[in-house]
């Protein structure tokens, strides 16, 4: 069986790329060209300084937290979700890198249906648009990357979004300190199908 491995090569600037060796045992046949995607243009903006800062400086906020702290943050952003008061998500959505990944997801030609951003409990630090969620962790978009290591990749299946009226996938990597090589959080992205397939990467 052969294994996917994907490594992050840092240079000036702290752009960051990524190697594929070889592909994996039952991919898809949408795969080859969600990895290429990520090498060629997701690899760049996500070694982005503000990201990276954004990342460790909320993995400190949160390094006390228990699962009953999780859980009852994840529950307040459930309750706003529904509400139209939303303090906690408004928090969020109007941060500094929400903002910057709202500008990467409106540049792509609507290749990004979604971009989150969560940190090492799993929790959401920026996005895109509202998540249904705050914390990831007990998904396997968080569990099979960043608990997995800093090699991983993990692609969903192909889901069809009502609201949009739109096929998708989710496409989600761990995303490594360019300085410290360490594994700090993960990024989730929605790619619209028809853009994906329309798309030339190299």
Known sequence: MKKLTLKWITGAGLAASFL?????????????????????????????????????RQNAEHANLSQRDIDRLDKKWRKEKKAKDRPMISKVLNNELSQFLKKIANNSNELYSEIFIMDN????????DITSDYWQGDEAKWQKTYLAGPDSLHIAKIKYDSSSRRFQIQASIPIID???KANIGAVTLGLAMRQLALRQVK
């Open 20 to 56: 594929f060796f070889s592909s994996a045992v039952n991919a898809g046949p949408h795969d080859n060209k969600v990895r290429a995607l990520l090498a060629s243009d997701a690899a760049a903006w996500l070694s982005d300084p503000m990201l990276i800062d954004a990342i460790k």
């Open 121 to 128: 409990k799993g929790l959401n630090v920026g996005q895109s």
């Open 178 to 180: 360019p300085t410290t």
